[in-house]
């Protein structure tokens, strides 16, 4: 057993219901808070009271551009190799055709000679 690990077996293991004890109390559903966590509560509360505003509609907009941005990049990156597959395939073809055009030009240059 390496010493990591000893390490966390001697300690002594919390209760699942020790931990939760604090957040038993909330009524989620009616939103009421005891007292004493009430500070805690309220600066989150703050964030979803705020109204959709014209800084968020541009947040949005600006995430929504970007997104758009992204996935033209990958369209892009798809349409740039196939396009680069078929050049190498003209490429390629080309190369075949040149061979087969010299030895058949040499074809008949040799028996034109003879």
């Not at 349409?79 to 030009?105: E, F, K, T, Y």
């Amino acid at each position: 057993m390496s010493r990591r690990r000893r390490r966390y077996d001697d300690e002594e293991q919390v209760e699942l219901e020790k931990v939760l004890e604090p957040y038993q109390h909330w009524n989620v559903q009616q939103e009421s808070v005891p007292e004493e966590y009430a500070d805690d509560y309220a600066q989150y509360d703050d964030i979803y009271a705020e109204e959709y505003s014209d800084e968020h509609e541009a947040l949005d907009s600006d995430t929504r551009f970007r997104m758009a941005m992204g996935l033209f990049d990958l369209i892009s990156i798809f349409v740039g190799i196939v396009v680069i597959l078929i050049l190498v395939a003209m490429l390629v073809s080309l190369a075949n055709w040149l061979q087969d055009d010299i030895l058949h030009s040499a074809l008949l240059m040799q028996s034109g000679l003879q």
